[in-house]
C-alpha cells in the first residue's frame, strides 16, 4: 500500500473552498451512484486548507481511498487553489487505479465546489 499524492489546479479561490467543506464537515458526498466521500473538519490557516478525505464504495467493503486534500492558495485571494491528494488505499486498489480515483476525486471535488449555490450575502 503506498502512498499516492496527486495534484491539480482548482477553480474556487480559498474562501470559496472552505466554506464549502465547512458546509459539508462529517458529510458524504455522492460522486455517482456507488461511491461517496466523506469529508472531516477542515481546519484553515494563512493560505491553505487542509481536510480528511475518504472515498466508500457501496460494491466493495470498508474505504477505497483515504487520505487529506489540501487546498493551496496562490499569493492573490481571488485565484483559483492548488488541490492536493495525499493518502493511501486501504480498499487494495493497484496503484494506478488509486492515481485515477484520486484525480477524479479532485476533479469531482472542485466542481462541486465551483457549482455550488452559496449565499454569499445574509441580511
Excluded at 92 to 103: F, I, K, M, Q, S
Amino acid at each position: 500500500m503506498s502512498t499516492i499524492r496527486i495534484e491539480t489546479d482548482g477553480t474556487s479561490d480559498l474562501a470559496r473552498v472552505y466554506l464549502w467543506l465547512t458546509r459539508h464537515r462529517g458529510q458524504a458526498v455522492e460522486l455517482d451512484r456507488n461511491k461517496r466521500l466523506v469529508f472531516g473538519v477542515p481546519i484553515s490557516g494563512a493560505r491553505a486548507v487542509i481536510v480528511a478525505v475518504a472515498l466508500q464504495d457501496d460494491r466493495r467493503p470498508g474505504t477505497q481511498l483515504g487520505g487529506v486534500m489540501r487546498a493551496i492558495s496562490s499569493r492573490i485571494d481571488t485565484e483559483p487553489v492548488r488541490l492536493v491528494f495525499e493518502g493511501r488505499s486501504p480498499g487494495g486498489l493497484a496503484p494506478d487505479e488509486a492515481e485515477r480515483v484520486a484525480t477524479r476525486v479532485l476533479q469531482a471535488i472542485s466542481q462541486q465546489i465551483a457549482s455550488d449555490d452559496l449565499v454569499e450575502n445574509v441580511a
